[in-house]
């Protein structure tokens, strides 16, 4: 079992869609949480960065942390073709990151 | 504002074949890593370098060796390549190594090994 599951998708949107993105994990250590968007042809780009549980908003992006349940969340109101890209949680223990899979979104204009 | 600099940005190989990843940043940061990414298998770790003059193993380092050339470059090598080496090579920085800190990453290195 990975320690960190993402759903791959694909998922495709119109413009204007509030969109929900979603990470399960399995290691209770885990205290840092962070959404990564990536571009076609691109590195990994922060795009959200929390510590431990609660919501953290940023614009139209909200990131959500339920330690108890051990599922972290990456809202996007008001979504935008711009929008359309990877996106990878990641989780931080000690020197190493752990990433999820990344889902794909294409948000249609 | 160049942050995470790698090069280069694609090769093709043949198996058998060295070649060396160079990765620079100019961040100031003390920490820095190496990624693949492959389709269905996520970001995994090959190496990193929580401080100038330490290297450590990630998650998948045979095959590979690093060289934390000063503070700022890290470079990657493949000694022999195989197919099993095709992927995207990412590079990142962090201010330090501790959990609290985000990665940086550079665009990645397309290597091809035929």
């Known amino acids: 079992q990975k320690e960190v599951e993402q759903d791959p998708g694909p998922l495709s949107v119109p413009e204007g869609a509030i969109v929900s993105l979603n990470c399960t994990y399995s290691?209770?250590?885990?205290?840092?949480f962070m959404w990564y968007r990536q571009y076609s042809r691109k590195g990994p780009e922060l795009l959200m960065y929390?510590?431990?549980?609660g919501n953290k908003e940023d614009g139209r992006f909200t990131a959500q942390v339920d330690k108890s349940s051990k599922y972290i969340s990456l809202f996007i109101r008001d979504s935008q073709p711009s929008d359309s890209a990877t996106y990878l949680c990641?989780?931080?223990?000690?020197?190493?990151?752990?990433f999820g899979t990344g889902t794909r979104l294409t948000v249609i204009p | 504002n160049a942050g995470v600099t790698q090069t280069p940005k694609f090769q093709v190989l043949k198996t058998g074949q060295s070649m060396t990843l160079q990765c620079a940043q100019d961040?100031?940061?003390?920490?820095m890593y190496w990624y693949r990414q492959d389709p269905g298998m996520g970001l995994r770790l090959i190496y990193y370098?929580?401080?100038?003059?330490?290297?450590d193993k990630g998650e998948v380092p045979n095959g590979y060796n690093v060289s934390r050339l000063n503070k700022r470059e890290f470079s990657l090598r493949l000694e022999s390549a195989a197919p099993s080496q095709t992927s995207v090579y990412f590079c990142?920085?962090?201010?330090?190594?501790?959990?609290?800190?985000?990665?940086?990453f550079g665009d990645g290195t397309r290597l091809s090994i035929l």
């Open positions: 290691n209770s250590a885990f205290q840092y």
């Open positions: 990142a920085s962090s201010e330090d190594g501790g959990e609290n800190q985000p990665q940086h």
């Open positions: 961040m100031n940061h003390n920490s």
């Open positions: 370098s929580a401080s100038e003059g330490t290297t």
């Open positions: 929390t510590y431990s549980s």
């Open positions: 990641a989780m931080s223990r000690a020197n190493n990151l752990f």
